[in-house]
């Protein structure tokens, strides 16, 4: 069963360019999170999806940032006009659909976004 | 709001030794609470979670976890310590009811000392 699928694992972009970050839950997980790790920060919660929903997305900037999760396919965070303070890894978490089971998020490896 | 604080950034302990990784949490009703690993350029790891029941949760790696409600906490414990448990730790809680926003420390990084 493989696990949290991300990709690209390391992208770089210049300042102005658009990011876009993959992310496929685990198989038969329905429930994906993304969050932002900065150099000797926490994980910062940026985004809840549901399949075609977004549930919370209290933890994203206002601007340029952007997160689906769509009925096929997987999730996707896009970052527009990137700035240095993007360059961050960024994380992917899926859990299952059990409504109210506190199951443990899975985590992918990561995308490591340099911007330049 | 919920949250989660881990007071020490770095914790060193010599191998061999007990060693303890501090976790307050507040959060409105019942916690459920994680803690995970993390190594250089990976993703976390889970280790263990306190959902209900007895107090001291036992994880993966001969690591465990104490829950004390009257003082907000969730300490993780190993009895002795590896040089291969060095690593980032992070803990994590999530109401039980109302919300699926789970929300992590600013994690420990935890050294041990050959």
């Known amino acids: ?13 210049r300042r102005g360019q658009e ?3 993959r992310c496929s839950p685990m ?7 993304w969050y ?4 000797e920060e926490g994980l910062k919660f940026m985004v809840y999806l549901q399949k075609e929903n977004i549930i919370d997305e209290s933890g994203m900037p206002k601007e340029r940032f952007s997160a689906e999760f769509p009925k096929e396919g997987p999730s996707i965070l896009r970052i527009q006009q990137v700035v240095r303070g993007d360059s961050a890894a960024y994380f ?24 330049l | 709001a919920q949250s989660v604080a881990q007071p020490e950034d ?17 959060v409105s009703g019942n916690p459920y609470l994680f803690w995970y690993v993390q190594y250089p350029n990976r993703g976390l790891q889970f280790l263990l979670k306190y959902i209900t029941g007895d107090n001291l949760v036992k994880g993966s790696y001969g690591f465990e976890a104490e829950f004390n409600k ?11 310590a590896l040089v291969s448990d060095s690593a980032l730790y992070f803990c994590a809680v999530r109401g039980a009811s109302g919300t699926y ?8 990084r935890l050294k041990v000392l050959a």
């Open chain 1, 1 to 13: 069963n493989a696990g949290v699928m991300q990709n690209p694992r390391h992208l770089v972009r």
């Open chain 1, 19 to 21: 990011a876009r970050l």
């Open chain 1, 27 to 33: 198989k038969g997980h329905s429930h994906v999170y």
């Open chain 1, 36 to 39: 932002r790790q900065l150099p």
């Open chain 1, 92 to 115: 992917c978490a899926s859990s299952p659909p059990t409504a109210g089971d506190a199951g443990e998020l899975f985590f992918g490896e990561g995308s490591r976004l340099t911007v």
């Open chain 2, 10 to 26: 770095q914790v060193n302990v010599a191998e061999g030794n007990p060693l303890t990784v501090k976790c307050t949490y507040s």
């Open chain 2, 70 to 80: 009257s003082q907000t906490s969730f300490h993780l414990k190993k009895p002795s």
């Open chain 2, 101 to 108: 926003k789970y929300i992590f420390g600013t994690g420990t």
